[in-house]
């Protein structure tokens, strides 16, 4: 079989025999692209996970992640809820930059985005530069053309097409099944958590024997609700944890059986030979929800909400022999910034302008930001009572944070260093600085309004 190793090796002795001598090569003559496995969980609290010392639950393959490479404290989500991180995060830019403000549905009487079809997505930048691309698992950025995966720059689509599952064996929403093998209806059996780490295992296995570099997008529905643990995997925490409340221990063991997913998508690279070449990240698309009793550490709320709890999130990455084992950023990072950094990995500048910004340098280099004071935006638009279609904004710059939380009430101001968790409003003792960080987010408010977010604009 003719795999990525003897690729390499022919490569070398084309290159002596001719004498080939091409800048930007290593010392063997060769450029070899790391693979990129990203993992992205749905709404798994910042603390839940047991490398920030969280008693009741253990995540040992996603701590190994964060140990042998860099782990981020102060990593934000783009947005409370799904969509408009998945959006950002593949865009590189603002979610309202994109046509995707609030979460794309099912039901296009509460759908409050439309991806961009001029949006150029992080896998089409890759395959750009010889990357194969896949996505195994929850898609969430639109169900008909031209918003599908296979049509938005991944080669290989296998799984969720839609927002949420209601049932995790059954693979439904509202009655509709939107699994997919590229474009192809399914109806897989078993829990939707060990079919999205199965078919990673045979994706990158199947990647040994492919001389390209692969890029490949794994995105795990859990631990979303409807909260559905294996039975054993409950039995186990139980058993365990004494007298740990009902909720909770259903959620550890949904986390848990997830983690253990992950571990063996990561032997599945070990056992393949590809693990040393692989870079792998970690992270939520928003912070835990708190009647699943998510736990997001000390931080205020949770899902969908501006305050800390509802943006921050557990995330890491590691690389072998290029990322410090064991090292912490304490910077500020935000899901977009995974866009450039991994476009600047691959050796590739984003085609088009984009908001997000390459922190590659702190990967490799530990060199600090080289915007230490930068402006970082937040939307979520949603129908609804509570909503009525509006949106809600944050802005963080510096120590400060300007939110608004709900559309009906105004908006608060917090000094995060003084006050992390967000008790003091001193909208009305700050005046200049609210004024500032007011103007700041209008004019953030006012370019996203020039983008439309609705099928019927095009």
Request: proline share 6%; hydrophobic share 35%.
């Amino acid at each position: 079989m003719f795999n990525r190793v003897y690729f390499k090796y022919l490569c070398i002795l084309i290159a002596s025999v001719f004498g080939c001598n091409i800048s930007g090569q290593d010392s063997l003559g060769i450029v070899e692209k790391p693979n990129i496995l990203l993992i992205l969980t749905d709404d798994q609290g910042y603390h839940d996970v047991s490398y920030y010392g969280t008693k009741d639950i253990r995540t040992p393959n996603i701590d190994q992640i964060a140990a042998s490479g860099m782990r981020f404290d102060n990593f934000y989500a783009n947005a409370p809820v799904c969509s408009p991180t998945r959006a950002a995060l593949l865009t590189g830019r603002y979610q309202d930059n994109v046509g995707v403000p609030g979460v794309i549905r099912t039901n296009p009487d509460n759908n409050w985005g439309y991806l961009d079809p001029k949006a150029t997505l992080l896998p089409e930048e890759l395959k750009m530069v010889g990357y194969s691309t896949a996505l195994i698992g929850k898609w969430h950025l639109g169900l008909d053309s031209p918003n599908t995966p296979i049509e938005r720059g991944f080669d290989f689509f296998h799984g969720w097409l839609g927002d949420m599952m209601d049932d995790y064996w059954d693979h439904r929403r509202h009655d509709i099944n939107y699994m997919r093998l590229n474009a192809m209806v399914i109806d897989p059996k078993g829990h939707a958590t060990d079919l999205f780490t199965d078919w990673s295992v045979d994706y990158i296995k199947s990647q040994a024997d492919d001389n390209r570099p692969f890029f490949l997008y794994l995105a795990y529905n859990a631990p979303h609700f409807p909260v559905q643990p294996p039975e054993d995997w409950l039995e186990k925490v139980k058993k365990r944890e004494k007298g740990i409340e009902e909720t909770r221990a259903n959620l550890v063991a949904f986390i848990e059986h997830m983690d253990n997913g992950i571990g063996k998508v990561i032997q599945a690279l070990k056992e393949s030979g590809q693990y040393d070449n692989t870079l792998i990240v970690f992270s939520s698309d928003n912070g835990g929800h708190l009647p699943s009793k998510a736990n997001n550490g000390p931080l205020r709320d949770g899902k969908q909400s501006m305050y800390e709890g509802g943006l921050k999130v557990p995330t890491a990455i590691s690389w072998p022999g290029k990322i410090r084992q064991g090292s912490v950023s304490e910077e500020v990072q935000i899901s977009m910034d995974l866009y450039p950094t991994l476009l600047e990995i691959a050796g590739v500048k984003p085609k088009n302008k984009i908001e997000g910004q390459s922190f590659y340098s702190q990967l490799v280099k530990s060199e600090p930001s080289l915007e230490p004071d930068r402006a970082f935006y937040f939307t979520r638009r949603e129908g609804g009572t509570k909503y009525g279609g509006q949106a809600i904004y944050a802005l963080r710059k510096g120590d400060w944070k300007l939110l608004q939380n709900s559309p009906n009430e105004g908006y608060e101001l917090y000094n995060l260093k003084e006050d992390p968790l967000e008790q003091m409003n001193r909208i009305d003792s700050d005046i200049e600085k609210y004024q500032e960080l007011n103007f700041l987010l209008m004019k953030h408010i006012q370019k996203g309004g020039e983008v439309p977010w609705q099928k019927s604009s095009y």
